[in-house]
């Protein structure tokens, strides 16, 4: 059942046949409905079956009901009980078929409600499951997107695919009909409606491959349109007059896909135009048939209106179910996407797994890694060897681009060496479960992520199970400086932060550092990484912060990333990087003693500040 990555990479053009196998899904789209809820399920299922015979029970009735006028009218001393019987029970049978009707969009409403509940957190699951790798890679993000699409659709058609289910059975009837009296109809039948469905399997097949090779370029409209408008960009799209240049290239390139998109529906609606009229024609032919064989005396007045009604109910049920077939084979096309993402093949990180140390004791060794970002040629990292000892406190330091981050993923097993290895106690850390592996860190990255949510929560997100856990949360703000923050703050640790929600409040570049520099102080973790997180915390701060850093994580193993030179003089040994590869590993006071490049930069920083 799972699949990898790679071996859903179909190609872009989706035929007929890709339409009917993608049919395939449809069972286990039903399957997981039902399980979603069995109950709702079944109803909506039972109803369904109930209403299919309606149409052919209320035709049948009303044919009852002309023959019984007509004979009364003839009769000498006629008797209307009977008529009133028939009239009564197709009364009823409506109003029994209007409430069946309504318990099945209420039901097809909840249970698409539901499913979609439960649909998009199987994706929420499985995407934190996928690797670094695969979510910076462009051909993923398509896949996601038309998974993503698919949850959109989903509840049409889960209504759509119940409803085949319940016009099949109205269809069996209807046709049961016509053999029973004029077994020439169906022929005529079949004639108005088959080429009307080769017609829009074809251009359904023709829709899918088209909005399917346009994924990345709806990507990058949806793209546009949130950069477009929104409040995060809304002052450099102010500043630097970008309007035209984005609303340009929206139009541009929705006008692209307008434009072939208009073509194919043209196209379609011509085609479907001229099957239609030969629908009409056909219809027309089996009046005459119909009229001819009450002339002949063969079937009543009673048994014409009830074959031409059901003709025309057949030929406008069949032709409603086979463009609703064509709808389901497009959208069960973004199903099949949908479950190949969900059937995507994580590796089983637990199997042979090595248990993590209880303490790390040795620490990390990092051997001749080398690396290159995939799909990339240019080597980031270029043999980088050196100990980072348990207990020890390191600075990282080195121009931008050096690989200094890339060296942190590395560690925390976002991407694999290239080359070489990494080891932890003397066991390379691919060894361990990832998963567990990864809970030893505390880091804080500087593309941090502001969350919309309360700042109790934004703190609580370091160990998350811990959020109503006030002590902890308060001791985190203080030891971060995020308490200052707090001051102004209506709500104190509630208040809601960021501008999206109501009531909302911003915060400085600064104080959201705080906040997220208190997220490492909120779980115990054995290795901690600050990867530049303070850069736009004042010096006093920055330099209060990193006292109680080192402080505090006294004992423990940690990296620091930084380039203000009086806070990484702070560190036990310092790293300098410069194009992928070590410099220069020592102390401050070694690196400074010597002409190093450290010493270089140092002296230049604290000339700034003389
Ligand atoms: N996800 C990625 N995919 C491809 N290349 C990347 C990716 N992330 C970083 N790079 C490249 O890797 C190189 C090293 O980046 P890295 O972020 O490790 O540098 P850094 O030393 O942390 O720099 P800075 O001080 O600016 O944060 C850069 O050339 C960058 O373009």
């Known amino acids: 059942m799972a699949r990898r990555l790679d071996s859903i990479n179909d190609s872009k053009k989706t035929n007929v046949r890709a339409s009917f196998q993608a049919l395939r899904f449809i069972p286990r789209f039903f399957k997981e409905i039902g399980q979603v809820s069995p109950l709702l399920f079944t109803l909506n299922l039972l109803s ?80 934190s499951k996928i690797d670094m790798v695969h979510l910076e890679d462009s051909e993923f993000y398509d896949k996601l997107e038309r998974a993503r699409q698919q949850t959109q659709g989903r509840v049409g058609l889960m209504s759509l695919a119940l409803g085949q289910l319940q016009s099949l059975i109205s269809i069996a009837t209807l046709i049961a009909g016509l053999i029973y009296f004029q077994p020439l109809l169906i022929i005529l039948l079949a004639l108005s409606i088959i080429p009307l469905f080769i017609n829009e399997i074809r251009f359904s097949g023709q829709q899918y491959s088209l909005s399917r090779s346009w994924t990345t370029e709806r990507r990058e409209l949806d793209y546009l349109r949130y950069i477009g408008a929104n409040d995060k960009t809304a002052k450099e799209i102010k500043l630097f007059g970008l309007t035209d240049f984005i609303a340009n290239r929206f139009k541009t390139l929705s006008q692209q896909y307008y434009q072939i998109n208009k073509k194919l529906t043209v196209k379609r609606s011509i085609y479907s135009a001229i099957f239609n009229v030969l629908g009409v024609v056909c219809y027309y032919a089996a009046y005459l048939v119909i009229i001819k064989s009450v002339l002949e005396g063969t079937i009543t007045v009673g048994e014409l209106t009830f074959l031409s009604a059901s003709f025309n109910r057949l030929r406008n049920t069949l032709q409603s179910f086979f463009t609703s077939f064509t709808r389901i084979t497009q959208s069960a096309l973004y199903l099949k996407d949908y479950f190949d993402f969900i059937d995507l093949e994580i590796p089983d990180e637990h199997k042979n797994a090595l248990p993590l140390p209880k303490v790390v004791r040795e620490g990390f060794e990092i051997q001749d890694v080398h690396f290159s970002y995939p799909g990339s040629e240019h080597q980031v990292l270029k043999g980088v060897s050196f100990q980072l000892k348990a207990g020890e406190k390191m600075a990282f330091v080195g121009q931008n681009g050096a690989g200094k981050t890339t060296l942190i993923k590395l560690l925390l097993r976002f991407y694999e060496p290239t080359q070489g290895a990494i080891l932890l106690d ?66 104190g640790y509630d208040t809601q932060l960021g501008k999206r929600f109501k009531d909302g409040q911003e915060l400085s570049g600064g104080q959201w550092q705080k906040v997220a520099l208190a997220r490492a102080y909120m779980k115990d973790a054995q290795v901690m990484v600050l990867d530049e997180p303070i850069s736009a915390l004042d010096a006093r701060a920055e330099y209060e912060v990193f006292e109680r850093f080192i402080a505090l994580t006294e004992g423990k193993t940690s990296i620091i990333i930084s380039h203000r030179f009086s806070t990484v003089r702070m560190a036990d040994r310092i790293l300098v990087l410069k194009d992928g590869k070590i410099l220069e590993l020592g102390t401050h006071d070694q690196l400074m003693q010597t002409p190093s490049l450290y010493a270089e930069l140092f002296e230049l920083q604290a000339q700034g500040y003389k």
């Open 48 to 127: 369904r079956l109930i209403n299919a015979f309606a149409p052919v029970v209320i035709l049948w009735v009303g044919k009852l009901i002309i023959d019984e006028i007509i004979a009364q009218v003839a009769a000498t001393s006629p008797d209307y009980t009977t008529l009133w019987n028939y009239v009564l029970i197709e009364f009823g049978v409506t109003i029994i078929a209007d409430i069946i009707n309504r318990v099945i969009a209420i039901t097809d409403g909840l249970l698409g409600d539901q499913y979609n509940i439960v649909s998009s957190e199987k994706m929420i699951r499985k995407t």
């Open 426 to 491: 003397g066991v390379n850390i691919n060894r361990y479960n990832k998963a567990e592996y990864q809970q030893m860190f505390g880091v804080i990255f500087q593309d941090f992520f502001r969350y919309e949510f309360t700042l109790r929560e934004n703190i609580a997100v370091g160990d998350i199970g811990s959020v109503t856990d006030d002590n902890r949360i308060q001791e985190a703000a203080r030891l971060s400086l995020a308490n200052e923050v707090i001051e102004g703050l209506s709500l």
